[in-house]
C-alpha cells in the first residue's frame, strides 16, 4: 500500500513524502537501493533508464548518473550522500537543479520493509516549479511502483 502524503510540519509546504510497504527483508530492499547493478533497473519514472557514471554509497560519497527520458531528453544528476546507516537509512542531497534533500529509511516489519522518503525542498515555489516542470509527486510514485515491481522479481 502507498501513500504519498503532506505532513503537518512547518516545512509542509515543501514537502514531497511517500510510504510504501514492500514484500522484501529490509537488506534486500537497501541492497537494490545502494547498488548501481541494481538501482539502475528501476530508478525513475516509467520509461526512464539509467547510465551510472559513479555510485560511492559512503558519508560524503558521490552518485553522479544519467537519467534518459522515453521522449529521448537526458537529466544529468548528482547526489551527495550525508549519511548512510545500513539498512536502515540514506539521507542525501540532490546538488543538480532542482535542488532537495532526501531522507529514505528502512524500517523492518517481520520479513516485510516499510519504505518512507521524504523529500525537502529549498523552498515552496521550488516545490511546485518541480511538480509542474517535471511531474516529481507522480514520477515518485512510478519510482517507487518500479522498485516495488523489481523486489518483487527476487520473490519468485
Given at each position: 500500500?502507498?501513500?504519498?502524503?503532506?505532513?503537518?510540519?512547518?516545512?509542509?509546504d515543501?514537502?514531497?513524502?511517500?510510504?510504501?510497504?514492500?514484500?522484501?527483508?529490509?537488506?534486500?530492499?537497501f541492497?537494490?537501493?545502494?547498488?548501481?547493478?541494481?538501482?539502475?533497473?528501476?530508478?525513475?519514472?516509467?520509461?526512464?533508464?539509467?547510465?551510472?557514471?559513479?555510485?560511492?554509497?559512503?558519508n560524503g560519497?558521490?552518485?553522479?548518473?544519467?537519467?534518459?527520458?522515453?521522449?529521448?531528453?537526458?537529466?544529468?544528476?548528482?547526489?551527495?550522500?550525508?549519511?548512510?546507516?545500513?539498512?536502515?537509512?540514506?539521507?542525501?542531497?540532490?546538488?543538480?537543479?532542482?535542488h532537495f534533500d532526501?531522507?529514505?529509511q528502512?524500517?523492518?516489519?517481520?520479513?516485510?520493509?516499510?519504505?518512507?522518503?521524504?523529500?525537502?525542498?529549498?523552498?515552496?515555489?521550488?516545490?511546485?516549479?518541480?511538480?509542474?516542470?517535471?511531474?516529481?509527486?507522480?514520477?515518485?510514485?512510478?519510482?517507487?511502483?518500479?522498485?516495488?515491481?523489481?523486489?518483487?522479481?527476487?520473490?519468485?
Amino acid at each position: 500500500m502507498e501513500q504519498l502524503h503532506q505532513t503537518t510540519s512547518d516545512t509542509a509546504d515543501r514537502e514531497l513524502v511517500i510510504s510504501r510497504l514492500l514484500k522484501a527483508p529490509r537488506e534486500l530492499v537497501f541492497e537494490v537501493w545502494t547498488n548501481p547493478e541494481h538501482i539502475k533497473n528501476w530508478w525513475g519514472p516509467n520509461g526512464f533508464t539509467n547510465t551510472i557514471s559513479k555510485m560511492d554509497v559512503k558519508n560524503g560519497g558521490e552518485w553522479n548518473f544519467m537519467m534518459h527520458g522515453p521522449d529521448g531528453r537526458n537529466y544529468d544528476n548528482k547526489i551527495v550522500f550525508i549519511e548512510i546507516i545500513k539498512p536502515e537509512l540514506i539521507r542525501y542531497k540532490h546538488v543538480t537543479f532542482p535542488h532537495f534533500d532526501v531522507r529514505v529509511q528502512f524500517e523492518a516489519q517481520q520479513n516485510n520493509t516499510l519504505l518512507n522518503m521524504h523529500m525537502l525542498f529549498e523552498t515552496k515555489e521550488a516545490l511546485q516549479k518541480t511538480i509542474e516542470v517535471f511531474k516529481a509527486d507522480e514520477g515518485l510514485k512510478q519510482t517507487i511502483a518500479r522498485l516495488e515491481a523489481y523486489i518483487d522479481t527476487f520473490n519468485q
